[in-house]
């Protein structure tokens, strides 16, 4: 049964062993508005729920056969498209829209995806954000992390124009053009918090800046990041006399997330990337064909430079300890990442906190859990690595992925769906005989196989979808397999996450009429 | 890198010239020809020491294209016995499609010109090689049309009708006698085929050098790489042509440029519209056959799977006509870029599957090479011949269709005849440029339109077809308030016509979807219409026909007038004259209706195809004349027609309730007999009369009536239709119109003499009317044009145009019928001819019984008798 090689191509995939801190999500959907956890819930999970066995079940017992419909409509739940607007039937933003989609693997889906226009700046960004342990840090990043961004970005002027118009009481003028799908939401409870925390970001940037000054993209992003980290680790310190909040803000900071963002001005492309989300560039060559340019490193085991990092931040006793078996501590996959601050404050202020904090907190095992050697915190950071690119006229479009994405497919392969999807059939590489020895029956049935994909592409209208489409249910040719597609999408949500990770994708087209053409803007 | 040279024989010596042009150094240094028909000489080191020899300063005829078509319009024109020709080509000779196309000289032609002409190209081809010595690869391979279905096979059979007439030899052949003439074919889905034992396949370029070689021994000077920039043009005649290496003035300048044809014809002073569009066309080359396949295979159409198959150096050649075509964008390319076309496999893969099909055994044969091969399109799937509506001395040959080289030949020599005698030896309407107009020379509506005519090339065609692209380039003002009745529509030179009116409640997608031989669905909708024009009243929008005005301050206009027409157009103010014009054959160039509005102002209708025609026609034959106007009002007018006996009821109720000139102040209302005696028929001109038209005539039970019904109506009345029955080699003397003839008047018109001369000798050829019999509408195949007509067995003529008649519940065929010649010399028609024989008519190669009559039936004449007082109150008949 050549599926079940499919199927247990996978590996357990949690991204920190353990899971999750705040198991009780797993039955309550993640909005924290609807969240009142009953104590029956709060069983730890660690270490039983190990997913060692899970997987050596047959899939037979759980699989259902989905009708083409089904799939569509499962893969399509959360598509989403943005084209920007033209003006006077001419679009002059580098950009020409958007298509983003996500798959969950995990229920609910710890993946958060975020897109928006700078208002006050220019610019467009758009973020994929990975969480593990929970969705809560994602979920944060996925309302703040911009807005950050968007300020350290401003001229002194206009943030100081921002903090006279709080303190006169007027009216904010937006800063954000948000581009969400309906699923993606909003923490409503927080805003205040999270808006004191900006305000108090800007006042600081206002007091270190001088007339006339604005940081460039680079440091804007970079001190965006960290702000947004330490904000996070703080409120989670100082707590809030709104016992849910108080809890929330401990989950956000409990729990972790990666994230990828990525801002286009004109013809700059900054990528600023914590964790092991990618960024990769569709280059169109000359001959019609893609490749794919990779703008970000992956934080974790595999990249060198980041494990001789952080072996170099610590003593030299802790060289064995610090990375095991590829993770950080023996327990982490991304090496870096916003939140988790099991990994980054000192073993008292932990403790501290989790005594101090609401009763929920008190009868999870998991908090109580000190991850092993830990000598020398912090361990993790959410620094970004940022890359800057400048667009040129081959540059097509900009694939932000999670690491579920990338685990299936190769980005290679990944660039070349997406280049062929988006330039449609005509523009498949072309095939050429040229010397070779190819009898009619043999390009009849290679032609054969290419309508077949062709007419699979026809299926979608987001191009993230068919690249999903691909991710779960290429077969061992490359081709997408219904079979394949039904089995992996009919798993049970226990099931799921042994096969695949939750799946976030962002794929950004450039306009090819103004990339290229224009001076810097910056 | 600028070379060229001359191919002449006023530089070379006759005796040099074989050798010469085999290896003259016109291939440029270190590029070796890509063209898939290697020849040796074109391997030859040739010594690349030729100087560009000087343009002669002029010339009668400049000829721009080298490839098949202009070198073969200049071979005939040589023989023709003209002088000082000159070929221009912007590359090399037979470097542009001529280079890449497939080879297949075939007579299965839709339309019986270009049968007549691919045939003479392949007699022509034949003997070529034994006129110049030059080889042209010429194998009478004979080739097969496949039929996969039984409406495939009876278009096969009608076309094996037609070449009967024309003595092209043809068998319809079963499946089995198939696999017999080809080792390949799979005749497992097959009904039937036809075997063209005549057609033959050639090596293009080398029929290309040699009909430029034979060109060139007649004293036509060729000039390669020479581009011809624009035709420089004076007071509407050609004067010069200017090239990149100088002007040549000339008389006579004929495009050829192929795909450049559009382009050029746009580069000239007074732009000329020839309208037409390239395609990528695909065929595969295989490496031979493990045994290999003889080349003596006869050429496979598979027309169901839209593909053709040849032998080709013990392979196959196999392409095709797919559905999805790919035009090509030409604006601006020079020659250079054809030659980076690409393959295309993808497209190709229809075709690659519908070839494994028809050939299994093909499947393990090596692929040698895709080619990728410009073809050029016209908007109906004809060639565009002829001279140009508005240039004297600019003549086009172009828009091949993908069968220029088995048209190359017949074409040429029309062409040829055209500029030297003024006319072809053949009936061309159906080529003529001059049946397009502006507006279907826009680049939109070709690029839309040459989608749909190269998928055709290989459709069943079924009778009345229409184009689905490029439709509504003009419309009536009526248009939305008929289509909102439910008009079904058909176009004709661009304009929209109703076709017929769907009833309410009708399924309207079952109607439009159904094609077939046999009996229409829309038999019973035409049926209550024709019912309604007899019984009661119908209004037709007949806005599309063309309208001119002639005025003058003196009486210019009724002497042109009176010079063109036939008949005589000195009759008193408001009456109407049906006349025809004729050339000097007396042949009808044009078949219309004229008012005398004012004393010295005429109004001309004519048929709708001819806006361009009759125009150049008016034109070439205006004197020079300030105080003479010709204006085209066609746009101006919306014409109704209303027929029927309640017909005059209508109008006068409307004339009595609100016609007044304030009312409608443009109204110009006729009362008028257009095609047939009995029924009374209004043109009434006025914009937006319609609505008083239909709400006046709802009481005598008015209804739309559309084109079919107006058919059916006039073919039962025996009535001829230029462009269909007329030709400009149809005299009105055989088709029994010598009552429109002015012969008692010694008023000299254009064609009297030859009239005269014909009237003294008698017909040789005579229209009449078949009205079939044993002939079952439900069950048998329809009647349609073009099928043979037999006397006592013996082949006599054909058809021209049918219809049912609902009167006389019976087929009526129209067609010309000539008696065997006896000496060699025409025999006149005699009323026995016509009256004592025994007619059949051959519909697919089944023959029904016919009764043959001279004059339409009388019983259709019952109403004329009650309608007798007001038809003498019009002087309708001429003399």
């Known amino acids: ?522 | 890198m600028h070379c060229s040279c001359v191919w002449s024989s006023r530089a070379l010596s006759p005796a040099l010239l074989p050798r010469l042009l085999s290896h003259a150094g016109c291939w440029a240094p270190g590029t070796r020809p890509r063209g898939i028909w290697s020849s040796p000489r074109r391997l030859a080191s040739a010594v690349e020491t030729t100087q560009p020899i000087p343009l002669p300063s002029q010339a009668r005829v400049v000829i721009c294209g080298g490839g098949i078509v202009g070198t073969s319009v200049a071979y005939h024109l040589a023989k023709l016995g003209w002088t000082e020709i000159v070929l221009l080509e912007q590359g090399r000779l037979g470097a542009g499609t001529t280079r890449l196309c497939a080879g297949i000289v075939s007579v299965a032609k839709p339309i019986s010109i270009e049968c007549k002409m691919a045939d003479y190209s392949n007699s022509l081809y034949e003997h070529l090689e034994e006129e110049t010595g030059v080889k042209t690869g010429y194998v009478k391979t004979g080739s097969l049309c496949l039929a996969q279905n039984q409406d495939r096979f009876l278009s096969l059979k009608r076309l094996a009708s037609r070449l009967n007439v024309m003595g092209i030899p043809c068998n319809v052949i079963k499946p089995k006698e198939v696999s017999k003439l080809h080792p390949l074919v799979n005749i497992h889905d097959l009904v039937g085929a036809l075997h063209l034992p005549g057609d033959a396949v050639v090596s293009p370029p080398d029929v290309n050098h040699a009909l430029a070689t034979a060109a060139a021994g007649h004293g036509v000077q060729i000039h390669e790489r020479t581009t011809v920039n624009h035709v420089m043009m004076e007071k509407g005649h050609v004067t010069a042509v200017e090239t990149d290496r100088g002007a040549i003035e000339c008389e006579y300048f004929v495009n050829c440029a192929g795909q450049w044809a559009y382009e050029l014809g746009q580069a000239s002073e007074t732009k000329v519209s020839v309208p037409l569009h390239g395609c990528e066309h695909f065929y595969l080359l295989s490496k031979p056959l493990p045994e290999p396949l003889q080349p003596s295979t006869p050429v496979v159409m598979d027309m169901d799977g839209r593909i053709y198959v040849r032998a080709w150096q013990g392979g196959v050649l196999s392409g095709g006509f797919e559905k999805n075509p790919k035009p090509i964008f030409t604006e601006g390319r020079n020659q250079l870029e054809i030659q980076t076309m690409q393959e295309d496999w993808d497209h190709f893969e229809p075709m690659l599957s519908a070839l494994l099909r028809r050939m299994p055994e093909l499947e393990v044969c090596e692929i040698q090479q895709l080619v990728n091969c410009p073809e050029s399109f016209t908007p109906d799937m004809r060639c565009l011949m002829g001279e140009t509506p508005g240039v004297h001395g600019y003549f086009v040959l172009a828009g091949m269709n993908a069968s220029g080289l088995a048209f190359a030949g017949g074409a040429g020599k029309y062409l040829a005849e055209w500029m030297t005698y003024g006319y072809p030896t053949a009936n061309v309407w159906p080529l003529d440029i001059k049946r397009f107009g502006n507006l279907q020379s826009s680049r939109t509506f070709l690029r839309h339109r040459v989608m749909e005519v190269m998928p055709l090339l290989y459709n069943l065609k079924v009778p009345r077809w229409d184009f689905q692209t490029g439709r509504q380039l003009r419309t009536s003002p009526l248009y939305d308030r008929l289509d909102t009745q439910g008009a079904r529509w058909m176009e004709k030179h661009g304009f929209e016509r109703a076709k017929y009116f769907i009833p309410a409640g009708k399924d309207l997608l079952s109607l439009d979807a159904s094609k077939t031989f046999y009996k229409p669905d829309w038999f019973d909708i035409v049926g209550a219409e024709v019912k309604c024009c007899k019984e009661a009243v119908c209004v037709i929008d007949m806005s599309s026909f063309t309208k001119f005005e002639l005025t003058s301050t003196d009486d210019q206009a009724l002497a042109l007038l009176q010079h063109l027409c036939a008949n005589d157009l000195d009759v008193p103010v408001g009456h109407i004259v049906h006349t025809g014009m004729l050339n000097e054959r007396g042949g009808y160039e044009n078949d219309c209706s004229v008012v005398r509005v004012k004393k010295n102002s005429f109004f001309i209708i004519s048929p709708t195809d001819q806006q361009v025609h009759c125009w150049s026609w008016l034109k070439k034959h205006m004197p020079d004349d300030p105080q003479l106007h010709l204006e085209d009002v066609s746009w101006k007018y919306t014409a109704l027609n209303l027929i029927g006996p309640r017909a005059m009821d209508v109008l006068g109720e409307l004339s009595y309730v609100s016609m007044t000139p304030e009312h409608f102040p443009s109204l110009f209302c006729k009362v008028r007999n257009l095609f047939s005696p009995g029924h009374v028929m209004f043109i009434v001109y006025a914009l937006h009369v319609y609505n008083e038209v239909m709400s006046v005539g709802q009481k005598y039970g008015i209804r739309n009536a559309g084109y079919y019904a107006l058919r059916s109506l006039r073919i039962e009345k025996f009535f001829a239709f230029w462009g269909q029955d007329l030709d400009p080699f149809t005299t009105p003397l055989e088709c029994g119109r010598e009552f429109r003839v002015k012969f008692d008047t010694d008023i000299d018109f254009l064609g009297r003499a030859s009239l005269l001369h014909q009237r003294q000798e008698g017909v040789s050829r005579r229209f009449i009317m078949l009205v079939l019999e044993d002939h079952d509408t439900e069950l048998d195949l329809w009647p349609w044009w073009g099928e043979p007509i037999y006397r006592n067995g013996e082949l006599c003529g054909t058809t021209t145009s049918s219809a049912y008649s609902y009167t006389l519940e019976r087929h009526v065929c129209l067609g010309f019928v000539s008696p065997p010649s006896l000496d060699g010399s025409p025999a006149a028609v005699t009323p026995d001819f016509i009256n004592r024989g025994d007619y059949e008519v051959d519909i697919a190669g089944q023959r029904y019984p016919a009764k043959a009559k001279l004059y339409p039936f009388s019983s259709l004449f019952a109403q004329q008798r009650r309608r007798k007082d007001e038809m003498e109150l019009s002087n309708f008949q001429g003399k």
């Open chain 1, 1 to 522: 049964m050549p599926v079940t090689s499919q199927l247990f191509r996978g590996f357990p995939r949690a991204k920190l062993w353990g899971s999750s801190l705040f198991p009780c999500q797993r039955q309550l959907p993640c909005c924290p508005t609807s969240h009142r956890p009953t104590s029956s819930q709060l069983h730890p999970i660690w270490p039983t729920a190990m997913p060692v066995r899970g997987y050596r079940r047959s899939p037979d017992l759980h699989s259902y056969n989905l009708t083409p419909p089904q799939v569509n409509s499962i893969l399509k739940a959360n598509e989403y498209s943005f084209k920007v607007p033209e003006f006077d039937g001419k679009n002059v933003s580098s950009v020409m829209g958007f298509d983003s989609n996500q798959l969950p693997a995990n229920a609910p889906i710890e993946d958060r995806r975020s897109a928006a226009t700078c208002l006050q700046t220019r610019g467009m960004l758009l973020g994929v954000f990975d969480g593990h342990a929970g969705c809560a840090c994602a979920q944060a990043l996925s309302e703040r992390l911009f807005y950050y961004v968007a300020m350290s970005l401003m001229p002194h002027e206009t943030l100081c124009e921002l903090e006279a118009a709080v303190e006169a009481g007027r009216p904010l003028s937006p800063i954000l053009q948000w581009h969400k799908h309906p699923n993606d939401y909003f923490t409503r409870e927080a805003q205040t918090m999270y808006f004191n925390s900006l305000r108090t970001y800007w006042q600081e940037l206002i007091d270190l800046s001088s007339p006339g000054e604005s940081l460039g993209p680079r440091e804007a992003l970079l001190s965006a990041f960290k702000r947004l980290d330490s904000d996070l680790s703080l409120e989670a310190q100082v707590g809030d006399a709104n016992s849910f909040l108080h809890y929330w803000v401990l989950r956000v900071a409990f729990s972790g997330a990666t994230a990828c963002v990525a801002h286009i001005d004109g013809s700059d492309l900054y990528v600023a990337n914590t964790g092991d989300g990618r960024a990769v560039l569709g280059v169109q060559e000359e001959d019609g064909s893609f490749s794919a340019h990779t703008l970000s490193n992956d934080h974790n085991a595999q990249n060198e430079n980041e494990v001789a990092r952080i072996q170099g931040e610590h003593p030299p006793s802790e060289k064995k300890t610090v990375v095991r078996q590829d993770r950080l501590l023996g327990l982490l996959m991304p090496f870096r990442a916003f939140g988790d601050v099991k990994f980054k404050w000192s073993i008292d202020l932990q403790r501290g906190v989790l005594e101090s904090g609401p009763d929920q907190l008190h009868d999870n095992e998991h908090t109580k859990f000190i991850p092993p050697n830990y000598h020398t915190p912090p361990y993790l950071t959410a620094e970004p690595e940022i890359t800057h690119h400048r667009l040129r006229p081959q540059d097509r479009f900009l694939v932000l992925g999670t690491d579920g994405l990338w685990e299936t497919l190769h980005r290679q392969e990944v660039v070349r769906i997406v280049g062929e999807y988006l330039t449609g059939v005509h523009q498949r590489q072309p095939l050429t005989v040229g010397g070779y020895h190819v009898t009619l029956g043999q390009m009849q049935g290679l032609l054969a196989e290419r309508k077949a994909r062709a007419s699979l592409a026809f299926q979608d209208q987001n191009a993230a979808t068919h690249l999903i489409r691909h991710a779960v249910g290429n077969n061992e040719f490359g081709a997408v397999d219904h079979e394949t597609l039904s089995k992996m999408l009919s798993l049970p949500e226990e099931l799921a996450r042994m096969y695949r990770d939750d799946i976030t994708i962002i794929i950004t087209q450039f306009n090819p009429h103004v990339v290229g053409h224009q001076g810097t803007w910056t």
